[in-house]
Every structure is written in structure tokens, then in C-alpha cells.
């Protein structure tokens, strides 16, 4: 998050909070820049949004007031539109269902669910995943199969250990997870980039890293991707896996949106490989509870052992009561059900995405947006100052995520921006992307203004 960007989020929890009344001052620019450690011209832009937005208004000598409006300005008292969250919201989540599967995992399961179990995870719950992950074009041995806490540990752990092939570097689609991206930055991995764009990658591209680039494994989420929404096709996914599997290289398969795919044609890279090259991660976040932080990883032969040694001196196991839980919630079949469920929630919240976005067309605004899933992404020009779309839409109560930290330094970009779903009904919709395309012309039109002023 930018300095101007906290220092904007600031001012807004003193006014909401009442300590900035309506008619009082504000804090010098001075001092905010001092309490931020930032220039003063960062907080002078700052107060120049806030006043656009007429929350705040200037006093020539004497500094900047909040506006007498015993109401309160409208964008304080709206609710939040979360388009940046990556988290489901509470109205797609089965809690009491889950509840009525943790009672029963505690009578079926007893003390075994008070002592330590296998690293790898219980027996009875991978049998069970493995069975319902046929429904996903997946055919394992249940033994091939461990339990996670969460698909970020999976990640960080292959990440960390050596594999058979030698090599060192990870490659990463551009933009991509920006948790993987940080990951691999803190703990110094060596780390390439691929684009990717809507209709997949440039395979000529990828040959040539994968002979050249020293490639460990790529780390690639061909369904519904983060942050685009991009998803591959059957072809693609089947020319990705060819070039692995002729190149020595893993391929980690994060799939973490399967069971909101609609397309039942639409296999996974495991499905495709015969070589035992892909890595499959399925994780239970984003359409179960995230609090349960458990995921699926299926492993190699050759990378099972040394994957389970790792997680053991990691966390020693997941959850034994979370695991136990999801297996009744499996076997009962609310499982399928929530799925069905979900799978209706995120097409139709597409679909009024889609609606909305062409009743507003605006030539600033490149839109892609999939059939479901949770996130969709647009591309603006370079007509106004993408960098100021975030902040301010904070301003309006709609939270909007710069895809910037979603890439690798040598592919930085400013202009993309990831809109989810996750926690945003249609009626959010409708009025989020409508402050979006406000905004966008509020920031245009302060971009005229300025030029004209400094050509006369």
C-alpha cells in the first residue's frame, strides 16, 4: 500500500471515528508527512483527492477543513463494496451445515481427533478425496495424496525442496498469485516470468525457457487464474504438459477453483500428463470455509517422501478435526450440493458483471471477464494516472486491488486491475462498477484540466 493510499485510509477512519469533526481542521501537511515518513507533496495530493471528493475543502493560509455536513459526506456512511477481497463472503459459506459435520466427526472420530495423526493426513479423509476427486477428471491412489494446511504451505514446501530433475529456477505466469510472488521473494528463490494473456502463452516462449531456463517446476492456475480470470484451454493445457514432460520440468497445478467450473469438458493438466509431471493442488478456501486451511496435494512417487518430511517438521499435521469434518461433509453429499449451489452464485454474479460493464463501455477500459469463477480483470490506457484508481475508489467505500504486486519486478505493470467477487452480491455490483467508471472519468477530466491549465 502506497503513503498516499494510508494516508487517505487514515483520515478516513478520524472522520468516520468522529475525531475530525465537521468544520474542524485538519492536520497540518507537515505533520502528516512527518508521522508518515513521506514528502509533503505526497500528502498535499492526498488532501487534493479528499477535497475532489468534497469531503475536505481549503482555507488559503490557515490549511484544509472537513466540510460542514452534519450528515456527513455520502462516501462515509455507504457500506463497503469489497471488489479486492479474496476471500468468499459469509453468504456463500454452509456454517450450519459444517457444524452439524464437526458434531459428528467428534462422535465418530473421539480421542483420535485430541492426539497427533499421520503427517501426511488421515486415512479416511484422503480415501474419501480421492473418490470425489474422480469427479474432476483426477484418478490417483489415495496414497499419493496428502493433506495440507492450506495450498500456501504446499506451495512453499515444494518451493523449498530439491527436486530429481536438478534444477533450481520457478517459473511463474505474469501476473500470477501474489502470495507465491512474495513467497519466493522472502525466502531468495530464483524466480522467471511468462506472460500470460487471454488466449494462453506464447508455447514458442515457453520451449525456450523450459530447454534454457534451469526450470525446477511452473507454477501455473489454468482455471479462472488470479488475478485475470483467464482460464486455458483443453489444447493448451495439453501442449503445456507435452514441453514439461519433454523438458524435465514438474508443473505445480494450483486448481483452486474447480468446483466452480461449469464446464465439465474443461479437464485439468493432471488429467494430461503420462509421465507423472504434474503437481496437483486443489484447495478448500475459497469455495468451503478458509478457515479451515486445509488443501490437497498429489504428489509423485519420487517427491512423496521428501514432501511429507518436509511438512512434518513444518506444522507435524493439519488439523485432524478439520479433516475428519470435510470427509462427512463429503460422504454425506453436502459437499455436491454447496457445489451446485456455488457453481449458480459466481455464473450468475458474472454474468451481471458482464451486463453492467457493457451498459457502461468506456474506450478507457479493456474488460475480461469469465464465465464464472472468482475474479475478472480490466486493463485502463494510459489517458489518466492508473496508480490513482485505487485510492480513489476509497473514497467511495469500493475497495479495488492494482494487480501491480501480482508481478515480478522485470514485468511490472500499473494498469491491471483484479475485480472479485467473492464478497460482492449483484446489487454491489451493479453500484461498484459504476463508481468505478465514475472515478475513471472524475480522473480523466482532472487530467484535462490540469493540461489545460499548464498549456495556458
Not at 161 to 169: E, H, I, L, V, Y
Not at 368 to 380: K, M, N, Q, V
Amino acid at each position: 500500500m502506497t503513503k498516499y493510499y494510508e494516508i487517505i485510509q487514515y483520515l478516513q477512519t478520524e472522520i468516520t471515528n468522529d475525531q475530525i469533526k465537521p468544520g474542524n481542521r485538519l492536520p497540518p501537511i507537515r505533520t502528516i508527512a512527518q508521522a508518515f515518513h513521506c514528502s509533503t507533496s505526497t500528502v498535499v495530493k492526498a488532501y487534493g483527492e479528499l477535497e475532489r471528493s468534497h469531503i475536505i475543502y481549503p482555507v488559503p493560509g490557515s490549511g484544509y477543513y472537513l466540510v460542514e455536513n452534519h450528515l456527513q459526506p455520502l462516501a462515509l456512511s455507504q457500506e463497503i463494496i469489497d471488489f479486492a477481497s479474496v476471500a468468499p463472503g459469509s453468504d456463500t459459506l454452509p456454517y450450519k451445515e459444517f457444524q452439524h459435520c464437526i458434531n459428528q466427526a467428534i462422535s465418530l472420530y473421539k480421542e483420535e481427533l485430541f492426539s497427533y495423526c499421520d503427517p501426511q493426513g488421515m486415512e479416511r479423509p484422503r480415501k474419501t478425496i480421492a473418490k470425489q476427486l474422480q469427479d474432476y477428471q483426477i484418478f490417483t491412489d489415495w496414497q499419493k495424496i496428502v493433506i495440507t494446511t492450506g495450498s500456501q504451505q504446499a506451495i512453499s514446501i515444494l518451493s523449498s525442496m530439491s527436486f530429481p530433475n536438478g534444477k533450481t529456477n520457478i517459473l511463474v505466469e505474469q501476473p500470477t498469485y501474489y502470495g507465491i510472488i512474495k513467497f519466493l521473494e522472502l525466502s531468495g528463490h530464483s524466480v522467471l516470468g511468462i506472460e500470460r494473456k487471454e488466449n494462453g502463452l506464447d508455447k514458442d516462449a515457453l520451449e525456450r525457457i523450459f530447454c534454457n531456463g534451469n526450470i525446477k517446476f511452473f507454477y501455473t492456475m489454468p482455471r479462472f487464474q488470479n488475478p485475470t480470470g483467464f482460464s486455458y484451454t483443453n489444447s493448451d493445457k495439453k501442449e503445456i504438459v507435452a514441453l514439461a514432460e519433454k523438458y524435465d520440468v514438474y508443473i505445480v497445478e494450483d486448481d483452486y477453483l474447480a468446483d466452480l467450473d461449469t464446464d465439465h469438458k474443461a479437464d485439468p493438466l493432471y488429467a494430461f500428463s503420462s509421465t507423472d509431471k504434474v503437481i496437483y493442488i486443489k484447495s478448500y478456501s475459497k469455495t468451503f470455509l478458509p478457515g479451515l486451511r486445509l488443501a490437497t496435494a498429489i504428489l509423485p512417487q519420487e517427491l512423496l517422501n521428501p514432501f511429507v518430511e518436509y511438512k512434518k517438521w513444518t506444522d507435524l499435521t493439519s488439523s485432524a478435526l478439520s479433516q475428519a469434518a470435510l470427509e462427512i461433509f463429503i460422504t454425506s453429499g453436502m459437499y455436491g450440493n454447496h457445489r451446485k449451489n456455488l457453481a449458480k452464485i459466481f455464473r450468475d454474479r458474472m454474468k451481471c458483471l458482464r451486463t453492467v460493464a457493457a451498459q457502461n463501455a468506456d474506450c478507457d477500459i479493456t474488460w475480461r471477464i469469465p464465465e464464472t469463477g472468482f475474479f475478472a480483470s480490466f486493463t485502463t490506457n494510459s489517458n489518466f494516472a492508473a496508480d490513482r484508481l485505487v485510492p480513489r475508489l476509497a473514497l467511495d467505500n469500493v475497495h479495488l486491488l492494482n494487480a501491480e504486486s501480482c508481478f515480478i519486478p522485470s514485468y511490472k505493470r500499473s494498469n491491471l486491475f483484479r475485480v472479485s467477487l467473492g464478497k460482492t452480491a449483484e446489487p454491489q455490483i451493479r453500484l461498484g462498477i459504476s463508481a468505478i467508471y465514475r472515478a475513471i472519468q472524475d480522473l480523466k477530466t482532472t487530467k484535462i484540466s490540469k493540461t489545460s491549465f499548464m498549456s495556458f
